[in-house]
């Protein structure tokens, strides 16, 4: 078969396979013998059903192959993206952070998503970037609101820089001792040695 | 240079304060010496490089009173020379220098001021030659800056990682491996954070004249900018708690400034700038 599958069912190469099943199934009710059965063009629809069922058959070829030599799990899109993406998590993890970032900047512009925008946030923590790594994480929690791993990176920088310098205090560090400890200082002493039978202070 | 690194005085001690304004006197005095108009690039900037590094070094510190020109009636309390003072004093000339070339190549209102200082920067900069290891590392730093600042770039975060090394290597320079490490991450972020103030300082002017400046082309808002600032302090505090300090008096100083005179100065820029409505 020299057509292209995707042509053939009228759907774009992007599209899911709940789109692909769809597309199918309402090209097999028109093009059905059933609705050709005494006409004089039920063998043109019989090959058009032929051709469809190939490209149907082809397409589902093409992207099971596609899962399995891809990185592993993936969601019911059939990317592999969510596998790269994996793969930059244990960079991270590992601590190798030029590599991750190489990875990141590789993902195409279209698969930006949440959790590409957290993963490039990660990084630039590490580098001290703060500025744009709240940007980033900013992007992610925006992009997928619920995600509870998005949000708490974001408040966990918010809440350090919000802790900065509580810990100072603007008098004097502990040990000095002023005229009051001095005062009552003495007159312990003094009434200690009075208890002894001396006398340190005399007027007191 | 730009006046943003400095102490909270309502909050120092009377003897740290003076001690304070002896290290400046110190600093002008080493400028003198050095090349006698350097003097005109004084600033608390570099009193607290000065700071940092006596407290590094362990440098002797001793007082001698002296009259001057600005305070012809009154002797003072001056530190004496020592080599922090006199690496200060350097260091000052070098940045000068290459922040006039930077204004030479402005669009703004410095560009004029830039050309007039030239001669007099060129002067001292030769008379004081610095140290080739430290002119390669402002090239090189520098040189990047410019390349991105000419590309518009976007990330406030990058352009001041260009500075923050700069200052790393400045912070660094001539001291053992242990002190350099520590002193290195505190001018990284002193580096980083002057540059990301001063960036938020002049926003208003830039946008007006055309300037460079990465977050108007970047565009960030009000609490990003604090957000990232307070990070940096935090990164310097880090660093500031490993010096092991000889001497309580520069201690309280160098916490003063981190803790709340830097502090204060953001809060001035980002209040002036707040007022006038918000980034974006």
């Given at each position: 078969?020299?057509?292209?599958?995707?042509?053939?069912?009228?759907?774009?190469?992007?599209?899911?396979d709940d789109e692909i099943k769809k597309a199918y199934r309402e090209l097999t009710k028109k093009y059905h013998p059933d609705n050709y059965a005494n006409s004089p063009l039920s063998e043109v629809a019989?090959?058009?059903?032929?051709?469809?069922?190939?490209?149907?058959?082809?397409?589902?070829?093409?992207?099971?192959?596609?899962?399995?030599?891809?990185?592993?799990?993936?969601?019911?899109?059939?990317?592999?993206?969510?596998?790269?993406?994996?793969?930059?998590?244990?960079?991270?993890?590992?601590?190798?952070?030029?590599?991750?970032?190489?990875?990141?900047?590789?993902?195409?512009?279209?698969?930006?998503?949440?959790?590409?925008?957290?993963?490039?946030?990660?990084?630039?923590?590490?580098?001290?970037?703060?500025?744009?790594?709240?940007?980033?994480?900013?992007?992610?929690?925006?992009?997928?609101?619920?995600?509870?791993?998005?949000?708490?990176?974001?408040?966990?920088?918010?809440?350090?820089?919000?802790?900065?310098?509580?810990?100072?205090?603007?008098?004097?560090?502990?040990?000095?001792?002023?005229?009051?400890?001095?005062?009552?200082?003495?007159?312990?002493?003094?009434?200690?040695?009075?208890?002894?039978?001396?006398?340190?202070?005399?007027?007191? | 240079?730009?006046?943003?690194?400095?102490?909270?005085?309502?909050?120092?001690?009377?003897?740290?304060?003076?001690?304070?304004?002896?290290?400046?006197?110190?600093?002008?005095?080493?400028?003198?010496?050095?090349?006698?108009?350097?003097?005109?690039?004084?600033?608390?900037?570099?009193?607290?490089?000065?700071?940092?590094?006596?407290?590094?070094?362990?440098?002797?510190?001793?007082f001698h009173l002296e009259r001057c020109v600005v305070h012809p009636f009154k002797k003072r309390p001056v530190l004496d020379n020592n080599q922090s003072l006199t690496f200060c004093a350097d260091a000052?000339?070098?940045?000068?220098?290459?922040?006039?070339?930077?204004?030479?190549?402005?669009?703004?209102?410095?560009?004029?001021?830039?050309?007039?200082?030239y001669p007099l920067a060129k002067r001292i900069f030769k008379k004081i030659s610095p140290d080739a290891e430290l002119i390669l590392s402002a090239e090189k730093h520098l040189g990047s800056l410019s390349?991105?600042?000419?590309?518009?770039?976007?990330?406030?975060?990058?352009?001041?990682?260009?500075?923050?090394?700069?200052?790393?290597?400045?912070?660094?320079?001539?001291?053992?491996?242990?002190?350099?490490?520590?002193?290195?991450?505190?001018?990284?972020?002193?580096?980083?954070?002057?540059?990301?103030?001063?960036?938020?300082?002049?926003?208003?002017?830039?946008?007006?004249?055309?300037?460079?400046?990465?977050?108007?082309?970047?565009?960030?808002?009000?609490?990003?900018?604090?957000?990232?600032?307070?990070?940096?302090?935090?990164?310097?505090?880090?660093?500031?708690?490993?010096?092991?300090?000889?001497?309580?008096?520069?201690?309280?100083?160098?916490?003063?400034?981190?803790?709340?005179?830097?502090?204060?100065?953001?809060?001035?820029?980002?209040?002036?700038?707040?007022?006038?409505?918000?980034?974006?």
């Amino acid at each position: 078969m020299t057509a292209d599958p995707y042509k053939v069912l009228g759907v774009s190469r992007d599209a899911t396979d709940d789109e692909i099943k769809k597309a199918y199934r309402e090209l097999t009710k028109k093009y059905h013998p059933d609705n050709y059965a005494n006409s004089p063009l039920s063998e043109v629809a019989e090959e058009k059903m032929k051709e469809i069922n190939e490209a149907y058959d082809e397409i589902q070829r093409q992207r099971s192959s596609a899962q399995s030599g891809g990185y592993g799990s993936s969601q019911s899109s059939g990317r592999t993206y969510t596998g790269e993406f994996i793969r930059i998590r244990e960079l991270i993890n590992e601590g190798r952070y030029s590599e991750a970032q190489i990875m990141l900047g590789s993902v195409a512009q279209s698969d930006r998503n949440a959790e590409w925008n957290f993963l490039k946030g990660c990084v630039l923590v590490q580098m001290g970037w703060y500025f744009d790594a709240q940007k980033y994480f900013e992007t992610a929690c925006y992009m997928d609101p619920s995600n509870a791993e998005y949000r708490a990176a974001l408040d966990s920088i918010r809440n350090s820089s919000s802790q900065y310098g509580r810990g100072y205090r603007t008098n004097a560090g502990g040990g000095e001792c002023s005229a009051c400890d001095m005062c009552s200082t003495l007159i312990c002493a003094d009434c200690l040695c009075e208890c002894c039978g001396g006398d340190l202070i005399r007027c007191c | 240079m730009f006046g943003y690194i400095k102490p909270r005085t309502a909050e120092l001690k009377v003897k740290e304060h003076e001690f304070y304004k002896s290290v400046y006197c110190g600093l002008c005095k080493s400028m003198k010496k050095r090349a006698s108009m350097l003097r005109m690039t004084l600033s608390y900037d570099f009193v607290f490089l000065a700071l940092v590094r006596m407290a590094m070094t362990g440098d002797s510190c001793s007082f001698h009173l002296e009259r001057c020109v600005v305070h012809p009636f009154k002797k003072r309390p001056v530190l004496d020379n020592n080599q922090s003072l006199t690496f200060c004093a350097d260091a000052s000339a070098l940045l000068t220098y290459y922040n006039v070339l930077d204004k030479m190549a402005d669009k703004g209102k410095g560009r004029l001021r830039g050309y007039l200082s030239y001669p007099l920067a060129k002067r001292i900069f030769k008379k004081i030659s610095p140290d080739a290891e430290l002119i390669l590392s402002a090239e090189k730093h520098l040189g990047s800056l410019s390349e991105y600042e000419k590309q518009n770039g976007d990330s406030a975060d990058c352009a001041a990682e260009h500075f923050g090394l700069l200052l790393s290597d400045i912070f660094s320079h001539g001291l053992d491996e242990r002190n350099a490490a520590i002193a290195a991450e505190i001018g990284r972020h002193i580096g980083r954070w002057i540059y990301l103030i001063d960036a938020l300082d002049d926003i208003e002017d830039d946008r007006k004249s055309g300037s460079y400046n990465p977050l108007i082309i970047g565009g960030y808002n009000f609490d990003q900018a604090v957000t990232a600032m307070n990070m940096e302090l935090i990164g310097l505090e880090r660093a500031i708690e490993l010096i092991s300090f000889s001497d309580s008096g520069i201690e309280n100083i160098i916490k003063n400034i981190i803790y709340l005179g830097m502090p204060d100065c953001a809060e001035r820029v980002i209040k002036k700038w707040r007022d006038q409505g918000d980034l974006k």
